[in-house]
Nanobody, 125 residues
Framework: QVQLVESGGGLVQAGGSLRLSCAAS????????MGWFRQAPGKERKFVGG????????YYADSMVGRFTISRDNAKNTVYLQMNSLKPEDTAVYYC??????????????????WGQGTQVTVSS
């Protein structure tokens, strides 16, 4: 069983930045592909981006390219989501997820095996 705990959410003004962290339990974090998703009220959970187990490859939803950066520190069992130039439409609960099977981050939420509880990000205009 893998436990994921997100942190770093909060309230920020438009144009600001936040860095989310996702800490994982267990000894096999370095073998997991990790993804970040977000879910706004009344909407479905959407792929933000993901990172390969080694950290060498990252993938982003089109609307995140250039503003969001995903990285990981396997020595700390942690994956990060750096969010810059935030917009009110980025307001959502952000989740990290672990995929223990695939090498490339999947865009479908149901492809992931473990989820964190989420952290709220609110961007004011």
């Amino acid at each position: 069983q893998v436990q994921l705990v997100e942190s770093g959410g909060g309230l920020v003004q438009a144009g600001g930045s936040l860095r989310l962290s996702c800490a994982a339990s267990g000894r096999f974090f370095s073998s997991y592909t990790m993804g970040w998703f977000r879910q706004a009220p009344g909407k479905e959970r959407k792929f933000v981006g993901g990172i390969s187990s080694s950290g060498y490859s990252t993938y982003y939803a089109d609307s995140m390219v250039g503003r969001f950066t995903i990285s990981r520190d396997n020595a700390k069992n942690t994956v990060y989501l750096q969010m810059n130039s935030l917009k009110p439409e980025d307001t959502a609960v952000y989740y990290c997820a672990a995929d223990v099977h695939r090498a490339r981050p999947a865009e479908r939420a149901d492809e992931y095996d473990y989820w964190g509880q989420g952290t709220q990000v609110t961007v004011s205009s």
